[in-house]
Structure formats: C-alpha cells, structure tokens
C-alpha cells in the first residue's frame, strides 16, 4: 500500500548569516510569488505556490559558515515555473540584485522542453527555477543524452 502526496509542504535553510540570507530571501521569495508570513528574530517564512519556504539563523557554533553541496544531505533545491518566461524573468531579477548565478536560462536534457536557471543564495546553497512543459513530469523523459 502507498498515498500520493500532494506536493511540498514546506522546506528550511539554515543560514550560517541569517541576516545576510534574510536580506536575499525578503527579496526573492516575494519575487517568486510566496508571501512573508513570520518574520521574527532569527526566523523568516513565506508561503504561496503550495508550499513555504523558511530561513532560520544558525546554531551558536556554525554562525559563518557556508553550504558544502558535495556534502551528505541537502544537494539542491527547485521551483517549478508556470511559464518558460518566468525563468528568463527570474534571471533578469538575479541580475538585479547581484545573485551568483550558476548557470543562466538553458536548456536541459532531463525532460523534453527542460529549461532552468541554477543560482546561489548568500551561503551557498543551490536553488533552481525550472518549466518543463506539458503536465512538467521528468519520468514522462526519455534517457538524458
């Protein structure tokens, strides 16, 4: 027996500058459509698009250190776009305000019609905007080349 769930819930980063993350995260989280919903000390939170997004400070100990993606845990994390527009649009506002992008709007092999943008927030971590066309399902995909 199994259940289908029903997207994300919700995820956490734990930025080792809270602040630093906090001042990335107020600008684009609202951008993409998610509204702030707690904002207190050492806590910021937004919902929309059927799931939340929450940044939190650090522990005493790892105050200022950065994301290791090579690590064991977290690799990467990515938001689904309606459009293939809104990728272009999303590169265009990390622009903006500075963002070290990855990788800018490109197309993928991991599905038909992949397209995404790959961009760091200030400690590190790895986030993605991606549009797959159609229902969006990468195992509707052939093999990647």
């Given amino acids: 027996m199994s259940i289908e ?10 930025a080792g500058d809270f602040e630093r993350s906090r001042a990335f995260y107020a600008q ?11 904002d207190g000390d050492g806590f910021y939170y937004c919902v929309g698009g059927r799931t939340a997004v929450g940044v939190r400070a650090p522990s005493d100990e790892h105050r ?4 290791d993606q090579g690590r064991p845990g977290l690799h990467h994390l990515c938001f689904r776009a309606r459009e293939r527009d809104d990728v272009d649009r999303v590169h265009d506002f990390l622009r903006q ?3 070290t992008v990855v990788h800018p709007p490109e197309e993928g092999a991991w599905a038909q019609g992949y397209y995404s943008i790959l961009f760091e927030d200030p400690d590190g971590v790895r986030l993605e905007v991606n549009h797959v066309p ?3 399902l990468l195992a509707d995909r052939e093999s990647p080349t």
């Fill in 5 to 14: 769930i029903n997207g994300m819930a919700h995820f956490f980063v734990t």
């Fill in 97 to 99: 305000v500075g963002a």
């Fill in 64 to 67: 200022g250190e950065r994301f």
């Fill in 28 to 38: 684009l989280l609202p951008f993409l459509g998610l509204t702030p919903v707690l």
């Fill in 134 to 136: 159609g229902k969006g």
